[in-house]
């Protein structure tokens, strides 16, 4: 028997004043045209050539504004250009540095995996620091596995008071934290005294900081834990690469403190 902790969003427009206002702008209009056409009579024609030259000089200037207007059109699309270029240039600045993040705690031990229990192969402890170290650079937290033989006490109680001072004291007396000492990280904890036995005290304990503490309450714990369950007596190697990819999975979606 194995014991765990298990922590637990308009208008319209009247139609008579348009018809009255209608007829009065008719017969204004009209008078006008009588008058024009009157005074149109007693004009003599303009000389051909000045009205030539009059046209000449309006399309010349029909050009010139033409051509200011291409100019101007022009100018425009390249500052819109420029301001798009220099915009994504500033997104794909701020995106790279977000995924540049370096874990910045050089106080805590380069060491991740602690076998005090003499439990894995060299191999399969090369293999789980390797998978750690993977997992550490995507989620940006420390994640530490602890594998301790040791007497913890029978009573549910003292048990669980000695597994979480370890746990707790391993980690702050190493300085563990991503970001910082005694900063972001998890540590699990594992015992495998007398395994297998009536008188087990073999199990499992979780210890949080910084952002892992709320990426890892008990909901999430029980996950992590039946991960472990599912395989350890197959392959207790599996068993602990299960753990460390759970907890980096939630670790991954916690935000940074």
Known sequence: MRKYLRITTILMIIACLCGCASGAENEETTETTDQMESSVGSVE??????????????????????????????????????????????????????????????????????????????????????????????CKCDI?????????????????????NYADGFYDENAFGYDKPHGDGVLYLDNWYLQGTEDSQAGSWVTTSGKAINALGGYELNFVFDEFDAVYEESVFEAYANVIKKLAEFLEEAPAT
């Open 45 to 138: 024609k303009a000389d051909d050539k000045a009205l030539e030259e009059d046209k000449e000089t309006a399309s010349d200037e029909n050009d010139k504004t033409e051509e200011s207007s291409e100019v101007a059109e022009s100018a425009e699309s390249v500052e819109t250009t420029e301001s798009k270029n220099q915009s994504g240039s500033i997104e794909s600045s701020e995106s790279g540095s977000r995924g540049e993040v370096k874990r910045s705690n050089d106080e805590s031990p380069s060491e991740r995996l602690f076998d005090y229990a003499d439990i894995l192969t060299d191999d399969e402890e090369k293999a789980l620091t390797d998978l750690i170290a993977e997992c550490e650079e995507r």
């Open 144 to 164: 530490i596995l602890v594998l301790v033989d040791m007497e913890v006490g029978v009573s549910d109680e003292e048990w669980e008071e000695n597994m979480m």
